[in-house]
């Protein structure tokens, strides 16, 4: 076994608790987040808080520490994004927020950087408008370019004009949004200019010249609790069809697209869920997931109660987030968190990454740790046979409190025990799958190296999916190989 096998310790940025200075923000203050990788570093770009209220720009060079940059339109909505001002208050709207949510930022196509935006004039309402801008530098003031989409009225049935973000297919061009009531539609864009490919206006549907589908685009997830639909597209993803314990087994090559939405309510239950299709208009909505989807991941934590101090957080409503590949192909979920679990008093947003992978059936199932600059590779049935796991089921109520249990074995013999009850068997198959029976389900799931942060110290970790949908984790508890300091958020 080598060194580069396993991460070494990260030393994360600090959770600070109150707000500070930008300068010492760091992960601290970032809600909404997605990723761009220009000039050799990482960028990440988030909705408005704390007073930088428009588009808060994050750089780093190893994706775990993180430089406040500044703002993408630092003199405000009303100097620099008048039209899309405009527009909204064209549809009905009344100027309560000065705040700019939920951007994504991509290459443009002739050079420098365009920045899908979006404006909501009143919070808990669809008056909100999408727009493009655009820089020569990732970090640089923001340019409008043009309104994209402008909506108001009709909440139920109208969609709401926020959470961009793009995904390619080949050489076309697509965009993304929708908050709630009213679900997740889909425009295609050009991809020479980044503006609609159809050039339609407002005025065209104000002027009844369009219909309501035309200039919305695409419902694609008619559901009226999720937002930030991002499209992740895979080409050649390996499914396995059949049992892999009677290895009676044969291996299809699909292209898919991965649809991951936050559902539910920001302060209680967020949680992020997994949609899949073989295209990119549609057929999201299936037999397997429906509405409700798959989910990826909702509040836990890998302390064993709430007094446990191995470990200062949880994994708190976690959501919004970004579906990105690094240059070297390292693919992540960026989202915002907010720690922890249990908590009366306002909890700020920080930025979280952890790494995800395809399971053997090809859906994506997530690291349950932040990612530490690990990388997949292959897994050795000797580094899992015999060792002890910290191990969580998530169940379909997001708004529980759950906590890791302890004691889950994976034995030599492929029994799975916990303490001395035997609860199933598992099989570790190609580089890193893993399958296993436990309880009355089948999981499919991946083994990751990470960095255990309740344990201090690198090891494997387990993200599975079962049957009925939910999330199996697991982290490699190094019991009393490892002393563990009370470490909490300072």
């Given at each position: 076994?080598?060194?580069?096998?396993?991460?070494?310790d990260?030393?994360?940025?600090k959770?600070?608790?109150?707000k500070?200075?930008?300068?010492?923000?760091?992960?601290?203050?970032?809600?909404?987040?997605?990723?761009?990788?220009?000039?050799?570093e990482?960028?990440a770009f988030?909705?408005?808080?704390?007073?930088?209220?428009y588009?808060?720009?994050?750089?780093?060079k190893?994706?775990i520490?993180w430089?406040y940059?500044g703002?993408?339109?630092p003199?405000?909505?009303?100097a620099?994004?008048a039209?899309?001002?405009?527009?909204?208050?064209a549809?009905?709207?009344?100027?309560?927020?000065?705040?700019?949510?939920a951007?994504?930022?991509?290459?443009?196509?002739?050079?420098?950087?365009?920045?899908?935006?979006?404006?909501?004039?009143?919070f808990?309402t669809?008056?909100?408008?999408?727009?493009?801008?655009w820089?020569e530098?990732?970090?640089?003031e923001?340019?409008l370019?043009?309104?994209?989409?402008?909506?108001?009225?009709?909440?139920?049935?109208?969609?709401?004009?926020?959470?961009?973000?793009?995904?390619?297919?080949?050489?076309r061009?697509?965009?993304?949004?929708?908050?709630?009531f009213?679900?997740?539609?889909?425009?295609?864009?050009?991809?020479?200019?980044?503006?609609?490919?159809?050039?339609?206006?407002l005025?065209?549907?104000?002027?009844?010249?369009?219909?309501?589908?035309e200039?919305y685009?695409?419902?694609?997830?008619?559901s009226d609790?999720?937002?930030?639909?991002?499209?992740h597209?895979r080409r050649?993803?390996?499914?396995?069809?059949?049992?892999?314990f009677?290895?009676?087994?044969?291996?299809?090559?699909?292209?898919?697209?991965?649809?991951?939405?936050?559902?539910?309510s920001?302060?209680?239950?967020?949680n992020?869920?997994?949609?899949?299709?073989?295209?990119?208009?549609g057929?999201f909505?299936?037999d397997?997931?429906?509405?409700?989807g798959?989910?990826?991941?909702?509040?836990f934590?890998?302390?064993?109660?709430s007094?446990?101090?191995?470990?200062?957080?949880?994994?708190?409503?976690?959501?919004?987030?970004?579906l990105?590949?690094?240059?070297?192909?390292?693919?992540?979920?960026?989202y915002?968190?907010?720690?922890?679990?249990?908590q009366?008093?306002?909890?700020?947003?920080y930025?979280?990454?952890s790494?995800f992978?395809?399971?053997?059936l090809?859906?994506?199932?997530?690291?349950?740790?932040?990612?530490?600059?690990?990388r997949?590779?292959t897994?050795?049935?000797?580094?899992?046979?015999?060792?002890?796991?910290?191990?969580?089921e998530?169940?379909?109520?997001n708004?529980?409190?759950?906590?890791?249990?302890?004691?889950?074995t994976?034995?030599?013999?492929?029994?799975?025990?916990?303490?001395?009850?035997?609860?199933?068997?598992?099989k570790?198959y190609?580089?890193?799958?893993?399958?296993?029976?436990?309880?009355?389900?089948r999981?499919?799931?991946?083994?990751?190296?990470?960095?255990?942060?309740?344990?201090k110290?690198?090891g494997?970790?387990?993200?599975?999916r079962g049957e009925k949908?939910?999330?199996?984790?697991m982290n490699?508890?190094?019991?009393?190989?490892?002393?563990?300091?009370?470490?909490?958020?300072?």
């Amino acid at each position: 076994m080598k060194e580069t096998d396993f991460p070494v310790d990260p030393q994360f940025d600090k959770l600070i608790a109150e707000k500070a200075p930008c300068s010492a923000w760091g992960v601290f203050g970032a809600h909404d987040p997605s990723l761009l990788y220009a000039d050799g570093e990482y960028y990440a770009f988030s909705t408005g808080t704390f007073g930088e209220n428009y588009y808060q720009i994050r750089r780093s060079k190893d994706l775990i520490h993180w430089q406040y940059a500044g703002q993408a339109f630092p003199k405000g909505i009303r100097a620099s994004l008048a039209p899309v001002v405009d527009e909204v208050l064209a549809c009905g709207a009344e100027l309560k927020n000065d705040t700019l949510w939920a951007p994504d930022v991509v290459p443009a196509a002739q050079g420098g950087y365009w920045l899908y935006g979006c404006y909501s004039a009143m919070f808990g309402t669809n008056h909100s408008g999408i727009f493009l801008a655009w820089s020569e530098q990732a970090a640089g003031e923001y340019t409008l370019v043009a309104p994209l989409v402008s909506t108001g009225g009709h909440w139920g049935s109208a969609p709401n004009a926020i959470d961009p973000q793009i995904f390619y297919d080949g050489d076309r061009m697509y965009m993304t949004y929708g908050s709630f009531f009213g679900g997740i539609r889909i425009l295609e864009l050009d991809p020479a200019t980044g503006l609609r490919k159809d050039g339609f206006t407002l005025a065209d549907h104000r002027s009844g010249k369009i219909t309501d589908e035309e200039y919305y685009g695409k419902l694609i997830l008619p559901s009226d609790n999720v937002e930030g639909g991002v499209v992740h597209v895979r080409r050649g993803v390996p499914v396995t069809q059949g049992d892999v314990f009677s290895e009676k087994t044969r291996t299809v090559q699909k292209d898919l697209f991965y649809l991951v939405v936050s559902a539910d309510s920001l302060f209680r239950d967020y949680n992020m869920r997994l949609f899949v299709s073989e295209r990119a208009e549609g057929g999201f909505v299936t037999d397997r997931c429906g509405l409700h989807g798959l989910k990826l991941c909702s509040s836990f934590s890998w302390r064993h109660s709430s007094r446990d101090k191995r470990i200062g957080f949880d994994f708190a409503v976690p959501g919004h987030n970004d579906l990105f590949t690094t240059p070297d192909g390292v693919d992540l979920v960026v989202y915002h968190n907010r720690t922890p679990m249990k908590q009366k008093k306002f909890r700020p947003h920080y930025l979280f990454l952890s790494m995800f992978a395809c399971n053997s059936l090809g859906y994506l199932v997530m690291s349950p740790n932040r990612y530490a600059g690990e990388r997949l590779r292959t897994v050795r049935r000797e580094e899992l046979a015999g060792k002890q796991f910290d191990f969580l089921e998530l169940s379909d109520d997001n708004r529980a409190a759950v906590y890791a249990a302890r004691g889950l074995t994976l034995e030599e013999d492929g029994r799975i025990t916990v303490g001395a009850k035997e609860r199933g068997r598992w099989k570790l198959y190609g580089e890193y799958f893993i399958a296993f029976d436990f309880g009355d389900q089948r999981y499919h799931g991946c083994v990751m190296p990470a960095w255990i942060e309740a344990e201090k110290r690198a090891g494997l970790t387990v993200s599975a999916r079962g049957e009925k949908g939910l999330p199996f984790f697991m982290n490699q508890n190094f019991g009393e190989e490892t002393k563990n300091k009370p470490r909490s958020l300072s």
